[in-house]
């Protein structure tokens, strides 16, 4: 079993969600004392949550599908109209400034978008594929939506299961139809997460095995 998310209700200091491989997610509502159940077993990445709490997106691992609560957990509803279910959702994030808007990424390398909360999904790939390996076929590790434009979004796929530890860093600065390769700079190396700081506006890469990288978030959003 892994530990997978950890996710802080913004409203509520003493709620919070974690995600764990082959167990499930679960909620605690007095600051971890005792922990619940959240939604089918299976149900592994709890991905995003809107400003009040109440809302959590996850990934199923066996069934490839993706689903939305509204009530902090109790029920939940699968969102796949569009999105491919034959392979796992391993990244889903929502963008910070627009509720609704989500971006996915697949095993099989393709990230989706959806703009209407998860009712219908587009595929943004085709511009992607031919800068990966593989013919576009490397998983993606990682979505991170931006906390300062809409617009903005970046992506790293991981393929390291082909004995390429390369790091594959993409940002689109018009929703997903232009992308351009991010960190060239950086050794060789799998990309594990993407964060943007929210105070000193850098982009933080975590990396499997040699330590962490900041990009400059500003000189990103500036680049044509």
């Known amino acids: ?4 998310t950890i996710i802080l209700d913004p409203s509520n200091p ?3 969600y974690i995600a764990i491989s082959a167990a499930g997610a679960f909620r605690t509502d007095d600051g971890g004392a005792t922990w619940n159940r959240v939604g089918p077993s299976k149900l592994w990445v709890a991905a995003w949550m809107t400003g009040n709490g ?3 997106v996850a990934s199923e ?3 490839n599908l993706v689903y939305v609560s509204y009530d902090y957990g109790a029920t939940w ?8 279910t034959s392979e796992f959702s391993r990244a889903i994030r929502e963008d910070p400034e627009k509720k609704g808007l989500l971006y996915a990424g697949t095993d099989d390398g393709n990230v989706w978008k959806s ?3 998860g009712a219908t999904w587009e595929n943004l790939t085709a511009k992607l594929a031919p800068m990966l390996p593989n013919g ?3 998983f993606v590790s990682r979505v991170e939506a931006s906390k300062f434009d809409t617009n903005v979004v970046y992506v790293s796929f991981d393929n390291h299961r082909n004995g390429d530890f390369k790091p594959y860093l993409f940002v689109s600065k018009d929703g997903g139809k232009v992308w351009n390769v991010l960190g060239g700079n950086m050794p060789s190396v799998e990309v594990s997460d993407i964060q943007i ?3 000193d506006h850098v982009i933080v890469i975590a990396t499997y095995g040699r330590g962490m990288y900041v990009v400059d978030a500003t000189k990103v959003r500036a680049v044509k």
């Open 54 to 56: 109440s809302t959590i």
């Open 115 to 117: 703009s209407n909360d």
């Open 61 to 63: 691992a066996t069934g």
């Open 77 to 84: 509803t699968p969102i796949n109209t569009g999105i491919t």
């Open 197 to 199: 700081h929210p105070r």
């Open 1 to 4: 079993m892994c530990l997978h």
């Open 136 to 138: 576009g076929e490397v």
């Open 14 to 16: 003493k709620r919070m």
